[in-house]
């Protein structure tokens, strides 16, 4: 099987430990985590864990799997980039003489649709949203000129497809 990204959706409560529990299964089967995001969901109550992973279909089938063996999860589902809608944030802190003495920042903040975040004395931030190959694209070109801090934010996805957790949910309450 070919290796791939696959982002993973775990519904589950917030209680105290999980994500340690979750990050030690893929730490077992030498998974590496690229990106990671924890934050309410659509439903009251329930969290939602973003994950994204580069491996195997069958071995997100079986991290999958296994998460779900976790008492507090409540649902877990994969998904492909093609199934799936999602973005990234960035922050570029870039010191602010180049703002005004290098055109091509200017053309670089235009063309990637980056946002000037804040400008000071010392230092400009730009905020970028985007896939991560744009985000890497613009990192690309503003290295050269040279950035003191950079932060990204781990995927934020939906599914193109309808999970049906709400009525997963719904069906678990009236059992």
């Known amino acids: 099987m070919k290796k791939q990204w696959f982002t993973i959706s775990v519904y589950s409560e917030n209680n105290v430990g999980l994500l340690n529990r979750i990050s030690g299964i893929f730490l077992k089967r030498h998974i590496n985590i690229e990106s990671l995001n ?3 969901s659509e439903i009251d109550g329930v969290s939602k864990f973003t994950v994204v992973v580069f491996t195997t279909e069958d071995w997100t089938r079986k991290i999958v799997m296994q998460i779900e063996k976790q008492i507090e999860v409540i649902k877990a589902f ?12 960035a922050l570029f ?6 703002l005004f003495d290098e055109r091509q920042i200017q053309n670089i903040i235009k063309e990637s649709h980056a946002q000037i975040v804040t400008v000071s004395r010392e230092f400009f931030v730009l905020a970028k949203t985007g896939k991560r190959e744009e985000i890497d694209d613009m990192y690309q070109l503003l290295e050269p000129f040279g950035i003191m801090q ?22 678990f309450e009236h059992k």
Do not use: C, P, W
């Not at 994969?78 to 944030?89: F, L, V």
């Not at 802190?93 to 180049?98: E, P, V």
């Not at 934010?153 to 939906?158: K, L, M, T």
């Open 78 to 89: 994969y998904h492909t980039d093609e199934e799936t809608i999602y973005q990234e944030s």
């Open 93 to 98: 802190k870039i010191a602010s003489n180049l």
């Open 150 to 171: 950079f932060v990204r934010s781990g995927r934020i996805a939906v599914s193109k497809a309808e999970m049906r957790i709400s009525t997963l949910l719904k069906e």
């Open 38 to 40: 924890v934050s309410k």
